[in-house]
Every structure is written in structure tokens, then in C-alpha cells.
């Protein structure tokens, strides 16, 4: 297993892509549109970001603007090779599944929800070179 990225909400993404590159040095590593779902993604890391470094994804979600600071928090994800399995596994340890494995709105890439025992969320997106990492989630 390894840490992929962080997700935070974001209201204003030129603002806050400003601050993440030029206050704290990052690198914009991506960026992405999805008019159908009215959002808009930004990566940004060190380094080259993954899969060496953990990235920040920003997500404006079009028209708004600001968020209460308990809202602003989104999930942090983690690289399993099947993301099934990793739900299966999960739940069977007495976790909490709150997405069944399947293709992210928009997109192919396979992800699932878990939470924690305190409610936050943990995405599990499926990618074939998280064979070898650690015992976890295989």
C-alpha cells in the first residue's frame, strides 16, 4: 500500500493552485475538466508525483465558492491492485464499505469508499503496480 493523494474542495482552483506552486513549491502535475459533472481536478506534488510522491488533488466543484471547514476536508486515497478484493477484505475485518468497487462518475478508473472509525473517507482506486507494496490491502 502507499499513500496516493489528498482531496480537498476548493473555491476559488487559480487561487489555490497559485498558493500550493508558488508558497509551498509544488508543481500543477495535471489538470482536468469534466463539464458532463461540472468539476474540475487539479494534481499537484513534488517530485514528479506519483507513484514516487503522494500528490494534492484540488477539486473545484463549478459555482462554489466557499465551503464550511468541516465540508472542505474530501478523502485520502490509497493504490490497491484489485479494489474488490480490498473491499472484501475490509469488510470482512468489520469495516465499513460506503461505495462498492466500481467506475468513477465520468471516467474508467475503478474506486471504492471506505470510512474510519470517525466517519472520514478513504477512496481505494485500483492500480495494477500497487502489486508490491506491503501486506495491506493485496
Not at 113 to 131: C, H, M, Q, W
Request: charged content about 25%; some cysteine.
Amino acid at each position: 500500500m502507499r499513500l496516493l493523494h489528498t482531496m480537498l474542495r476548493v473555491g476559488d482552483l487559480d487561487r489555490s493552485i497559485r498558493f500550493y506552486t508558488e508558497v509551498l513549491g509544488m508543481t500543477l502535475l495535471r489538470r482536468s475538466e469534466n463539464p458532463e459533472y461540472r468539476y474540475t481536478l487539479a494534481f499537484l506534488g513534488y517530485e514528479g508525483g506519483n507513484p514516487g510522491q503522494a500528490e494534492i488533488e484540488l477539486t473545484y466543484n463549478w459555482g462554489q465558492t466557499q465551503y464550511e471547514m468541516g465540508t472542505a476536508y474530501g478523502h485520502i486515497a490509497i493504490g490497491v491492485p484489485d479494489a474488490r478484493a480490498a473491499c472484501e477484505k475490509i469488510r470482512a475485518a468489520g469495516g465499513c464499505v460506503t461505495r462498492e468497487a466500481g467506475p468513477v462518475m465520468g471516467g474508467s478508473t475503478v474506486i471504492a469508499f471506505v470510512s474510519d472509525p470517525d466517519g472520514y473517507k478513504i477512496e481505494l482506486i485500483e492500480r495494477a503496480d500497487d502489486t508490491a507494496s506491503g501486506q495491506g490491502l493485496r
